[in-house]
């Protein structure tokens, strides 16, 4: 199935941090993207999500209608991610205790916080 960056927008304005991307006209969101390698999330045979790959920074955005229902998707894409850039960066806001959970059982270091948001090196387990 191919990305579509208008569904991965949706779920990152519904996101924690969603007031960052909501600046962003849909143009201005999509043209973005140019650059970034995309890994699509499904469920049900439709897109819900996706992950984000630029360099070695990466990002996961899903629905919040489908939070909680796509956990092998969400570790299909880390490893696509790690495929790309082991080890990358994850930026997390703290108040996002889920994806805190799995960055905590994965082997990580974490870079710097500010905020609201912790900055981890995550690596393949070994």
Not at 38 to 51: L, M, R, S, Y
Request: proline letters at 4%; hydrophobic letters at 45%.
């Amino acid at each position: 199935m191919t990305f579509d960056p208008l569904i991965y927008r949706q779920a990152e304005i519904s996101s924690i941090d969603g007031h960052l991307v909501s600046c962003l006209s849909v143009d201005e969101y999509v043209q973005a993207f140019e650059g970034f390698e995309t890994f699509p999330i499904i469920h049900n045979g439709k897109q819900v999500g996706g992950a984000a790959m630029r360099g070695f920074r990466f990002h996961i955005a899903v629905l919040p209608e489908c939070r909680g229902m796509v956990g092998r998707q969400i570790v299909k894409a880390i490893n696509w991610g790690l495929d790309i850039s082991n080890p990358f960066i994850a930026s997390v806001n703290t108040l996002n205790t889920a994806v805190l959970g799995l960055v905590r059982r994965m082997p990580n270091e974490l870079i710097y916080e500010f905020g609201d948001t912790q900055v981890y090196l995550i690596r393949r387990e070994i």
